[in-house]
């Protein structure tokens, strides 16, 4: 199940809550304050098992045998 981060309009707390795809739009309430008006923040989707900023470096590295290094 992907993570998504959510920010609280109430309070400006950003939270983490593992949804479903089918479930990202759904509204969802704070857990500190217990509001409801609360927003998907967008941004980079976490990985399992690792993080986005890894995933990202991994990615955009070149690779060690380059010729461009």
Known sequence: MPMYNFVC?????????????SQAGD???CPVCGGGDTRKRIG?????????????????????SSPFS
Do not use: E, H, I, N
């Open 27 to 29: 509204p969802q309430t």
């Open 9 to 21: 309009r109430d309070c400006g707390q950003t939270f983490d809550v593992k949804l479903r795809m």
């Open 44 to 64: 980079a989707v976490a990985s399992v098992g690792g993080s986005a900023r890894s995933a990202a470096l991994a990615v955009s590295a070149p690779p060690v």
